[in-house]
Each structure stands twice: as structure tokens, then as C-alpha cells.
């Protein structure tokens, strides 16, 4: 249990990491509060933005001065004209893991390496099936159903054994981060030799996760070559939301019997970064991190999610306890999150406006949540959240990291509110119906 006064502690450290980071370091009392933390932090990351403009106002997009030698904190960048050829020097945001080598590209998003990706794969796999497990990013399967028709979606269901056998035809296996643990855990007990290709979207596990060792670790065993995408705006930014950024990592095994793979990982990779390119989607300098890459980023960065998912692990027993017929999922695979529906069916518009009512409510009362999309912040947030699967709209409950006591008043007052006004939405439709 973290009590308030650690918690500003470690605060303090993270906002001065991120401070250290600016030539000119703004004046900044030690927080009292989380919403001194937030605002501390968003300030900060529009100071580092603007401050980077500024020196580097030789790295125009035309690149017209030889002169310009872009960076950011530890990354180092080389191109031309409109970024089409980024060269990026700089720490990896992951672990390395033994027996691998690995080629990045960064791009202006996740769905953007995501897209690029997609569309990469086309000149190298003419037709292929794709499983993916329910629960994946719903717009990663929208792309791939409105722009991808080289590739044939297939939802697999548990038990995922025969999904993954040898098939006629060529075999993409879509594991995302945002699955529930139990659709994750089953994935990585069956054999997938028979695969031809693994996309790994990771977005929703810290960099030096544990749960993406083990990935790495069941491909390298199976022998399946490895796409890593991921959008670094949630979990790699201190809860500062730095700037829009997203990776493909390109990960090929060595050892013998590898050479296709690495063939074919390499083939991906090359016209990967052409779709860039083509696509315009290439990242931009001045949103990486200065701060990333120092031990003190990866120590702090580290205590963060923890709490954030111990925090998670409280919300889902209190939810499960409190609302156990307005629990959606509780046990998504990363733990930061939660969600929970209605009564009644939720469209688009009507989950939009309770996550907003909620917020609202609560936040007048004192308490550090927001309507807002993404997590990994320092406050709850809550959004609307679209399950492709199951084709239901619920409301999400991004889980912060805070001091245990503050986060469990928070996760109550959620849980009287939720109930509370699903109780007046039932009082209503009586009213009506009659």
C-alpha cells in the first residue's frame, strides 16, 4: 500500500526527470497534490515541444539546411525531404531479448505502423487467413476488413488449438495486448509452428514487460517471425502524453533453420518503410521523449505501472463485488483498465454521455478522474470503449496510478455512481413503458 505522502515523493522524481530534460528548467514547487502533478507534467511536455522547436528550427520539413542535425534528449535523427528516409539513433524502448536481432521503424502512430504494416504485407504474402482473438483493438480489425483484401479475417475461439494448425493457406496470428487474460494465456500454450507470421501489438504492456518476454520466447520456440507494433503515447511517456509516436519492430532469430524467416522478416521490413513513406506517415523528431532510456526513466517508469496495476487488481474485485451484473470485463490481459455497461444496451452516443456524466459528477466531488481517451495518466479516465467482437458498447474506466487509499475511495465512489444511476435508468423505462 502506497501512502500519499510516497506518492508525491515518486511524483516529484518523475516531474524533475521530465524537467531536467528542458535547457531552461521551469520553477516548480514540490506537488501537493495529483492535480499539481498532472498539471506540472503537461506543462513540462508543452515546454520540451516548444523548446525543441525552437533550437531546431534548421529541421524543416524540406530539409533545406545540411546543417540541422535534429534531436531529442538520447535520439539522434537524419533525413530528407518530408522525413521520407528517417534514420533514427537512440535507445530501444523495449528489453532486447537474447538470440534476436531486430530492425525498428518509427511512425507517426500506432495505427499508422499498424497500416503500414498491413499494407507491407501484400507484396510478400499474396493471400492469408489472420487470426484474431476476441477482444482485439477494434480498429485494427477495421482496417484490416476495409483495407486489407489480401488478408482473410478469422476469429478464432477458445480453445485455440485448431486455429493454429497447418492450413492450406498462408497463417498471420494477431496478438493484441488488449485481449482478456484468459484468451491471451490460451494463445501462448498452443503450438504455433504452423504460423507464417506473428503481429504482436504491445501497445498495452510497458516495454520491459514480463508478458512480451514471453511472447518472444514461445515465437523463438515455435519459430515464427515477429512484427512488434506499438503506439508509445500511453505507457512510455510518464503519464506526460508526450507526442504522437508509434513503432514496427522487426525481430529476427538466430540459429539454424532461421534463414526463411529472417528472409522474410527482412523482406517485411523494407517495404514497410516503403509504405511509409508512400503513405506519409514517418514519426516526427520532436515527438520522442527526451527523458526515455536513463535507468532513472526505466526505475521510475517501472514503479508507475505497477500501481497502476495493483490499482487494477483492486477495481476489478471491488467491480466484480459491487457490480457484478454491470461488470463488462474486468480481466483484460495488461490490467489497466476495466469496463461496465448498462442495463440496457449502450450505442456509441449513449456510452459517451455516461462516461462524460460520470466523470463529471465525480470529478466535482473532488475526485482525480476525467473524461479522456488513452490511459497510463495519473488520473482515472474514462471513454466509451467498442468491443468488435461482441459488436457491445460499454464504458471504460482507465485505472491510475495513485495512492492505494485515494484510488479505493475513487473505484467506491465509481461503483455507488454506476449503480446509482443505472437504478434511475430503470425507474425510468418503467415509467415509460406504462
Known sequence: METIQAYLERKHREIGLLNDCLRSPLHLARPQSVDEVVKSKF?????????????????????????????????????????????????????????????TIYTAAGMAAVSALLLASARIIDNADILVLPGSYGETLELIERFSPHLRPVTSRLPLGEALAPATSAQILLLDSCTSAGTFEAALRCNGSALDLLIFDTTCFAGRSGRIRRVLRWAKRCGIPVVMVRSHNKLDSLGAEYGRLGSAVFVRWSGQGTEASCSMVERLAAETRNAVRLLGGAALPAHFPPYVGSAAYWALTKRRVAAILRNGRLAARLFARELPALSDELHFTHGLYVTLRGRHAFDEATARQAAENMSSDLSRDGFPIRHAGSFGFDFAATEWFYNATTDQYSVRVAVPDLPTELWNDLAAAIARWWARRQREHERCARVQSH
Do not use: M, N
Not at 57 to 83: I, L, V
Open 43 to 103: 506543462r513540462i511536455a508543452a515546454a520540451l515541444r516548444a523548446e525543441h522547436a525552437l533550437h531546431d528550427w534548421k529541421a524543416t520539413e524540406t530539409a533545406w539546411s545540411h546543417a540541422a542535425c535534429p534531436t531529442s534528449g538520447p535520439f539522434a535523427f537524419s533525413y530528407d525531404y518530408q522525413r521520407a528516409d528517417l534514420r533514427v539513433r537512440g535507445p530501444s524502448f523495449y528489453e532486447h531479448e537474447t538470440g534476436s536481432t531486430s530492425e
